[in-house]
């Protein structure tokens, strides 16, 4: 019902920042809420950062006071700095519009983009 593109992933050394981006296209008024999740590799698909449409946010542990996620209409974007070679995986855009919790991830989600983060 949603259809995701993301963009902006790439190799940074550790300490650099990038800007992932996701556009958001179809059933886009059913959109309750946008985020980002990630799965190194080896690991599974964890919570990255989410944003609800009246503007609550939540960040992962691990990413908070480095990451900003922010949305305007049907794109979602996350600043990352200060990377770690931690933060090194596949980052995938969700979009949660198919009822229930919106902090639960949701339905709709982009193809991937790679960060690769070098120590």
């Known amino acids: 019902q949603v259809q995701l593109v993301e963009s902006g992933g790439g190799l940074v050394q550790a300490g650099g920042s990038l800007r992932l981006s996701c556009a958001a296209s179809?059933?886009?008024?059913?959109?309750?809420?946008m985020g980002w999740y990630r799965q190194a590799p080896g690991k599974q698909r964890e919570l990255v950062a989410l944003?609800?449409?009246?503007?609550d946010i939540r960040y992962a542990d691990a990413v908070k006071g480095r990451f900003t996620i922010s949305r305007d209409g049907a794109k979602n974007s996350l600043q990352m700095s200060s990377l770690k070679p931690e933060d090194t995986a596949v980052y995938y855009c969700?979009?949660?519009?198919?009822?229930?919790?919106?902090?639960?991830?949701?339905?709709?989600w982009g193809q991937g983009t790679q960060v690769t983060v070098s120590s």
């Open positions: 944003i609800t449409t009246p503007g």
């Open positions: 179809g059933n886009i008024f059913r959109i309750n809420a």
């Open positions: 969700n979009a949660h519009t198919g009822g229930g919790s919106a902090y639960l991830p949701g339905s709709s």
